[in-house]
């Protein structure tokens, strides 16, 4: 009878060890299967997934919409940085930079001056986190594989940031971690060399 009555309780600690971690197993399959929704609500915006940032116990994504003309040539980008697993995953954004490659032509040839930055956004309440030097880091590897190390790099500066010296000393810190340098109204940036460096 106490062998039976062992054997039941080994049984019965074995099935709550079983319960346990299947409970832990459907609560990673319920946040993989949120990870994979939210991936394929980005996707199927035409945006492509081109790196993570996992960070803790959240995951952040960096997606891009691109537009060529009719040469094949990149007329603009979209960067967009998307939280994957985090709380705040129905917001659309966290940041988004839009870039537009600006060609010159004379006579039969064109190449690239630069590339422009026309758009560094960051969503209202989510400034100061991180999110803009995510994105940035990725929209200038993305210009440097495209179109080199000797690639120029400009944005101008809104006078919005101007408006308030904390939001103004926050963009030219995110700037100038990443090389740029200030030149009237433009920041500039025509130097990848020590770009590798910083990720």
């Keep these: 009878m106490r062998t039976e009555i062992s054997r039941l309780e080994a049984e019965n600690e074995q099935l709550s060890l079983d ?16 990870y994979l929704s939210r991936i394929m609500e980005i996707t199927n915006r035409n945006e ?3 790196k993570s940032f996992p960070q803790g116990d959240k995951i952040y994504a960096v997606a891009i919409d691109t537009t060529y003309n009719y040469k094949g040539q990149l007329t603009g980008a979209h960067f967009y940085l998307y939280p994957i697993a985090d709380a705040l995953g129905s917001q659309r954004y966290l940041n988004h930079i839009w870039i537009e490659p600006q ?8 190449w690239l001056e630069y590339v422009k930055i026309t758009e560094f956004l960051g969503k209202t309440g989510e400034v100061g986190k991180g999110y803009g030097s995510l994105n940035l880091s990725v929209m200038l590897e993305f210009v440097k594989d495209a179109f080199g190390e000797r690639t120029t790099v400009k944005g101008w500066l809104s006078p919005v940031d101007e408006r308030s010296e ?3 000393n926050r963009r030219n810190r995110v700037y100038e971690k990443f090389g740029f340098k200030f030149e009237g109204d433009w920041v500039v940036l ?3 060399s020590n770009f590798s460096n910083i990720k």
């Design 190 to 192: 025509d130097d990848f």
């Design 48 to 50: 492509l997934i081109v």
């Design 19 to 34: 319960k346990k971690h299947l409970k832990h197993s459907l609560k990673c399959m319920e946040r993989q299967n949120s």
């Design 166 to 168: 904390k939001n103004k």
């Design 103 to 110: 060609y010159r032509k004379e006579n039969d040839l064109e």
